[in-house]
């Protein structure tokens, strides 16, 4: 129970800074995100076999031959609908169903709690019991998804080296990277590694893997931010080439 105190807290440093700076990253990425979604275009250069991230795997008819490694199976999207919308669901169901930014976004944008011992202004506090908090526990078939399209992006990162060397082949595999050990560091990959076992050591492989994992989960907050903001980061570099602002630099042709 909380101490009966007219303030909302005690503190006297900068608590709101953090959960300040968090909600603006957190907007400014989803308006990054929301606009290169609905361009449709810029997303594939010919030339070097370079597809972002954010319209792989590309599956329907509105994509470039070129560009729908597996290919085109999905209909044409109906109105202003472009690629992306069919594996958004998937990515930002990892995202938002993620450990860790369920604490950033409780805290940047529901003020629940703001910051520890800093009062929230709700009345209640009903936790994840009710829609649409409920669907939190869905995480791990999120992850399950979101595994299947980390393949595909370090697919995406190997394929493009058969047309040579480039700055945007290393841009990729740092992408594909970061993905992988922020995807590798969720608190359901571990669970799944290590979770229910009574003895590791008649689990061998398993408590290795769990070892491992863990290790990467003691900084999946930073991998989680490291990983989002170079998503948009790869996604930019490859619509600038695509449209001819930038060149890429060749290592090896």
């Known amino acids: 129970m909380r101490a009966q105190i007219a303030q909302r807290t005690l503190r006297t440093d900068r608590w709101w800074l953090p959960p300040l700076v968090t909600v603006v990253g957190l907007l400014l990425i989803s308006v990054y995100a929301a606009v290169r979604t609905f361009m449709g275009d810029h997303y594939w250069v010919d030339e070097y076999r370079y597809l972002t991230p954010m319209y792989s795997p590309c599956l329907s008819q509105e994509c470039l031959p070129a560009a729908a490694h597996f290919g085109r199976p999905l209909p044409e999207l109906p109105g202003f609908l472009t690629p992306p919308v069919v594996i958004i669901p998937f990515l930002l169901g990892f995202r938002?169903?993620?450990?860790?930014?369920?604490?950033?976004?409780?805290?940047?944008?529901?003020?629940s709690p703001p910051a520890c011992a800093v009062a929230e202004p709700h009345g209640r506090y009903t936790g994840e019991t009710r829609f649409p908090l409920v669907a939190q526990n869905l995480h791990?078939?999120?992850?399950?998804?979101?595994?299947?399209?980390?393949?595909?992006?370090?697919?995406?990162?190997?394929?493009?080296?058969?047309?040579?060397?480039?700055?945007?082949?290393?841009?990729?595999?740092?992408?594909?990277?970061?993905?992988?050990?922020?995807?590798?560091?969720?608190?359901?990959?571990?669970?799944?590694?290590?979770?229910?076992?009574?003895?590791?050591?008649?689990?061998?492989?398993?408590?290795?893997?769990?070892?491992?994992?863990?290790?990467?989960?003691?900084?999946?907050?930073?991998?989680?931010?490291?990983?989002?903001?170079?998503?948009?980061?790869?996604?930019?570099?490859?619509?600038?080439?695509?449209?001819?602002?930038?060149?890429?630099?060749?290592?090896?042709?």
């Open 140 to 253: 791990r078939y999120f992850f399950y998804a979101a595994s299947i399209l980390l393949l595909i992006n370090i697919y995406d990162a190997f394929y493009a080296l058969t047309a040579g060397v480039g700055v945007g082949n290393l841009v990729l595999l740092v992408n594909a990277g970061l993905l992988a050990a922020y995807t590798l560091s969720c608190h359901s990959c571990r669970h799944i590694a290590g979770g229910r076992l009574k003895h590791f050591s008649k689990h061998p492989v398993r408590y290795w893997a769990w070892t491992k994992i863990s290790k990467l989960n003691a900084r999946h907050m930073q991998l989680a931010w490291a990983s989002l903001i170079f998503v948009c980061l790869t996604d930019l570099y490859i619509a600038l080439v695509s449209a001819g602002v930038v060149t890429d630099l060749r290592i090896v042709n």
């Open 96 to 111: 938002v169903t993620c450990y860790y930014y369920r604490k950033a976004y409780y805290r940047a944008a529901w003020l």
